[in-house]
């Protein structure tokens, strides 16, 4: 017998993270192109809007070569919580941050990251130990290589982070095409 227990993202028990999506760090994900990597960001983000999630942006070191976080996020979220970090590089190190994903009440946690190995996983291991569930969007993150980003994976993943593509987050979130949001958000969303 299997001690798996299947557990599915909430869409009524779920936060979502959008964590360093800034303009100066696009250029450290190389193993997607830049186009690419815009798109699965902005999808990402755009997950909270469809779904309703409440949604949390948080940057680090804006005002230095990291750069503000992308315009078209913002657009999404005009009401968002927003964290401008000063400089902690792991997310759940700064205060006021832990302290937005704990008001929230909820214990899923969908998260993109700009680096793999970095924003996402440093955050989502910290998510774990606090007793998160954590669905890494892998489609919403990138690094340097293949390589670094399988690595960085396998280590989220030995620690129990569900490792996700953007798809299998939007479908589990939905579960079935009759719901709402279902096929008539839904088609819109994966043509954009």
């Avoid at 399988?150 to 939905?174: I, T």
Wanted: charged share 20%; aromatic share 8%; net charge negative.
């Amino acid at each position: 017998a299997s001690a798996f227990t299947y557990e599915r993202i909430d869409k009524n028990n779920a936060i979502l993270l959008v964590v360093d999506l800034q303009e100066g760090l696009y250029q450290m994900a190389r193993d997607m192109s830049a186009v690419q990597m815009k798109n699965n960001i902005l999808a990402h983000a755009e997950l909270g809007k469809v779904f309703g999630l409440p949604t949390i942006l948080t940057t680090s070191s804006e005002t230095g070569p990291n750069g503000p976080m992308t315009e078209e996020v913002l657009a999404l979220h005009p009401n968002a919580t927003f964290i401008k970090r000063q400089g902690e590089v792991n997310a759940w190190d700064n205060p006021d941050f832990a302290a937005a994903v704990k008001a929230t009440g909820k214990k899923q946690v969908i998260l993109g990251g700009i680096t793999t190995d970095v924003c996402t996983a440093f955050l989502a291991l910290s998510l774990v130990q606090e007793g998160y569930s954590v669905f890494a969007n892998s489609d919403a993150s990138g690094t340097f290589d293949v390589k670094t980003a399988n690595d960085a994976n396998d280590r989220m993943r030995g620690a129990g982070v569900q490792v996700l593509s953007m798809f299998a987050v939007a479908l589990e979130l939905m579960r079935d095409w009759r719901d709402t949001p279902g096929a008539p958000e839904m088609f819109p969303f994966f043509d954009k």
